[in-house]
């Protein structure tokens, strides 16, 4: 797995190092070892997934790109629950599929590679990642074990996903192991478009703002930051109230964040609604972080 380094919040760096984690970069095929923290590739398996994999029925990749999939639980080649893939008190690895790209979120770093579907066949690409250390080892260990096992990727089947129940997907690798994962709509599924991609600067410290509902509300204040195609930064807008939260976007006091986000339009058959905000803002990625005294 090949690092990609995200520099710490205010060094030069930072413009050129932005367009390598964009989504695309950082899902593309690369095979060195990083240096460190070395990720080892497992021996090849001549074993096969279960039988009634081999069956399943031909499943689109929009069906896999329209839901989010949360791991469950993680089974060996023996049908045991195999230890270590779900951590205590913290959310469980979540798998996204886009245009032939997978990206796993929930870990320390951001990782991605790319995919291929044949019928109920799914192979996945050596994977690539940000280069970040976490403090908790438990979390960069976990990691590595999804480094090593995504490339030994089989086969899939997804189940249900009607009106009343959400849909189940079944990950199988080569060495009989078994990934079971429940699939949540993503948020472009959830507004029925692809979303506008942006990048907002968020203020250290809440600002006073006025709330309809609440009298001693305190709201973020973001800019807008404007970037080339190569990465370099052009530029910031004017610093703003932002009314409402950026879904999946945790704030902690005293920290400057530049967020990568999706705005999605709230509209309606051409109808904004009355007194609520007229887009939906989700997390996509933290650029770029800074405690400011």
């Known amino acids: ?38 990720m080892t590739q497992p021996p090849s398996h ?19 790109q329209a839901y989010d ?13 195999a230890p270590g893939w779900l ?32 019928g109920p066949g799914l192979q996945v690409g ?3 990642s940000t280069k970040r250390a976490c403090a908790e080892r438990d979390l960069m260990a976990l990691e590595q074990r999804v480094g090593a096992l995504l490339p030994q990727a089989q086969r899939f089947e997804v189940r249900g996903g009607g009106a009343t129940d959400a849909p189940q997907l079944t990950v199988w690798f080569a060495d009989g192991s078994r990934w079971e994962l429940a699939g949540t709509p993503t948020p472009a599924t959830r507004y029925g478009s692809a979303g506008e991609r942006l990048f907002l600067e968020v203020a250290p410290e809440r600002v006073a703002c006025n709330h309809p ?21 052009q530029g910031v807008g004017e610093w703003r109230i932002f009314q409402g939260e950026i879904d999946g976007y945790r704030h902690e006091p005293g920290m400057r964040n530049v967020l990568r986000v999706q705005r999605y339009s709230l509209a309606r058959n051409g109808q904004l609604p009355a007194d609520a905000p ?14 400011v005294r």
């Open 126 to 128: 050596q994977p690539v």
């Open 1 to 38: 797995m090949t690092p990609i380094h995200i520099p710490s919040a205010g060094r030069p760096a930072f413009g050129k190092a932005l367009a390598a984690i964009t989504l695309a970069a950082l899902l593309a095929a690369c095979g060195s070892q990083p240096q460190g923290a070395p």
């Open 69 to 81: 999939w949360d791991l469950v639980s993680a089974h060996d080649a023996r049908g045991q629950v």
């Open 46 to 64: 001549s074993s096969t997934a279960p039988s009634s994999s081999l069956h399943a029925a031909p499943t689109s990749a929009r069906t896999l």
């Open 278 to 291: 007229s887009h939906a803002y989700v997390l996509d990625l933290v650029v770029e972080s800074e405690r």
């Open 213 to 233: 509902l609440m009298p001693h509300a305190q709201c973020l204040r973001v800019r807008d930051v404007r970037y080339a195609d190569n990465g370099v930064r």
């Open 87 to 118: 951590l205590a008190g913290r959310s469980p690895l979540r798998l996204h599929f886009e245009a032939q790209r997978l990206s796993v979120q929930n870990l320390c770093n951001v990782m991605g590679a790319g995919y291929t579907l044949q």
